[in-house]
């Protein structure tokens, strides 16, 4: 099982999924089977694509090469309203039930609410009978209660540091939660360790003698702020030759199980 965020070549996979649910429970969803089943296969891709912003976005979760569930996130582009965020349209079909789907969507989707700056509320409606998921988000959204001391987070910087100088990408990835989000200043967040190994993969590629060096971690409470240094030289494809050495930090947010829910980095990219 993996959760990811969901592109337009998944459209075909969450459009017989979604008409499923219209199936089994028709007062769920705002829309008639008919309607959806009416849909042409380009506005269901444009449907499943991200907002560049990450406004917008569908999460899904990947089990025995099938998608199994899916859940979307919107936030809303009126300048008041953008602070408050919604999750909509989810559905786990019926064979995979009762195995933890549905948390590991709303715990990937409250981590990529929370990595987007200004967002400060997630709203989630459900039928009056569906206390499952009520007390899904409930959970998601409590705080973490199993926090680590700052001797492990010392060790786990010291480690999450050494898989950044290995040319091991999926090592990198390893570090966060399955729904764990990687933001780099104001870029779009990869999320799910799959799109961060690709992201690590591709600072690895433009700089093949890169070097992290871990200049120190700030614990506060439940502030975590990792500060780092890389070094290399560009010199990967279409690289521009030249060495660098760049400081800046990141903020994570370490979720229950001890990985990192979501990252923001800053750096001075003048630098």
Not at 164 to 170: G, L, M, P
Request: glycine letters at 10%; a neutral charge; hydrophobic letters at 40%.
């Amino acid at each position: 099982m993996y959760v990811t965020q969901l592109t337009s070549q998944d459209a075909a996979a969450y459009q017989s999924l979604r008409l499923g649910a219209l199936r089994e429970s028709p007062t769920a969803v705002s829309s008639s089977y008919e309607q959806e089943a009416a849909r042409a296969p380009a506005e269901i891709a444009t449907r499943v694509t991200l907002a560049a912003d990450g406004s917008f976005c569908v999460f899904g979760v990947f089990a025995e090469e099938e998608l199994g569930s899916f859940l979307a996130f919107v936030r809303p582009q009126r300048g008041k309203l953008r602070h408050c965020t919604e999750l909509a349209g989810t559905y786990v079909a019926p064979k995979f039930r009762r195995r933890g789907f549905g948390g590991a969507l709303v715990n990937a989707v409250v981590a990529h609410a929370r990595s987007l700056d200004g967002v400060r509320q997630v709203k989630l409606g459900v039928n009056a009978t569906n206390m499952v998921l009520l007390l899904i988000m409930l959970s998601a959204c409590a705080s973490e209660t199993k926090r680590m001391n700052s001797e492990k987070l010392n060790e786990f910087a010291i480690r999450c540091t050494a898989a950044w100088c290995s040319q091991n990408a999926a090592s990198v990835a390893s570090f966060f939660a399955e729904g764990g989000s990687l933001k780099i200043n104001e870029g779009t967040p990869p999320v799910g360790r799959t799109a961060i190994t690709a992201a690590a993969q591709g600072f690895m590629s433009a700089f093949p003698d890169l070097v992290v060096k871990m200049d120190g971690l700030d614990v506060d409470g439940g502030r975590i702020t990792y500060h780092w240094t890389l070094i290399g030289t560009n010199t990967g494809p279409g690289g521009t030759g030249k060495a660098v050495r760049i400081s800046g930090y990141e903020e994570w947010r370490i979720g229950a199980e001890g990985l990192i829910a979501a990252s923001r980095g800053h750096f001075d990219e003048a630098e």
